[in-house]
């Protein structure tokens, strides 16, 4: 089974045996939107007879995806995962649940897969950063969207004339900083944290699971607790396709 998150910038990927628990891989690896021919080489000798595919990054994107899986197994067409109402024991209270982004519905699935039983927040922290509720229950209540701490960062340097472009990678700064770059970051950093442990106060939260690119650069600066998982869509993915065999 192969299972494709494409997000906005990398397109995140895993093998996995029929059978497998969520999560337990036979590989699994990341590339740049750029580099995406690159996985027939990654992907070559693995008799794949199943596709489930989360893609938030347009239909270009979406097309080359499909016009890369035939190269290699002919007969294969993806499976384009998208919320529902309900899936695996997670009940969907969007407004309308059609709406809500597959990625978002695939990573609160594959965070009450591992996590069962208790009320969480659930953080992906990518070129946007959303943050989400899911119930004791089983319950996906609602959520938070909010530019990522990369767009944060890039948008001061560009809205403003005379602060510089300070980068994540960096020792996390104090919260008040003495210089002009770590009080950029820390004001970036801090603003991320917030809104999750608003979030984590708001349901509330008895754990926040925060997966995503700059998931490292904002963890340490919570003040709840908090388990870091990557890859957290591709095992709500795994969760997704033992809950719905192919037809």
Aim: aromatic share 4%.
């Amino acid at each position: 089974m192969l299972l494709v998150d494409a997000g906005n910038t990398r397109v995140k990927w895993a093998l996995a045996r029929d059978g497998a628990t969520p999560g337990d891989w036979l590989a699994h690896g990341a590339v740049l939107h750029a580099e995406l021919d690159t996985l027939q080489a990654a992907w070559l000798g693995h008799g794949v007879t199943r596709a489930l595919v989360s893609n938030v990054a347009g239909a270009q994107l979406a097309e080359r995806l499909a016009a890369l899986l035939p190269r290699l197994w002919p007969t294969l067409q993806p499976e384009w995962f998208s919320a529902q109402a309900e899936l695996a024991g997670l009940r969907n209270r969007y407004r309308n649940p059609s709406q809500l982004g597959a990625d978002r519905f695939a990573a609160a699935l594959g965070a009450r897969t591992l996590v069962p039983g208790k009320a969480l927040v659930v953080a992906t922290c990518g070129t946007a950063t959303t943050v989400d509720a899911v119930s004791s229950a089983g319950e996906f209540v609602g959520g938070m969207i909010l530019p990522g701490l990369g767009l944060m960062l890039g948008s001061l340097a560009r809205g403003t004339a005379q602060l510089p472009e300070a980068s994540a990678d960096a020792v996390l700064p104090p919260a008040f900083a003495d210089n002009t770059l770590d009080a950029i970051r820390s004001g970036c950093i801090s603003a991320q944290a917030g809104a999750i442990e608003r979030a984590v106060a708001s349901l509330p939260a008895e754990l926040c699971i925060i997966s995503g690119g700059a998931a490292g650069h904002v963890a340490p600066a919570l003040s709840v607790p908090y388990r870091m998982l990557d890859n957290i869509v591709l095992v709500g993915l795994h969760a997704a396709a033992i809950a719905s065999p192919s037809p």
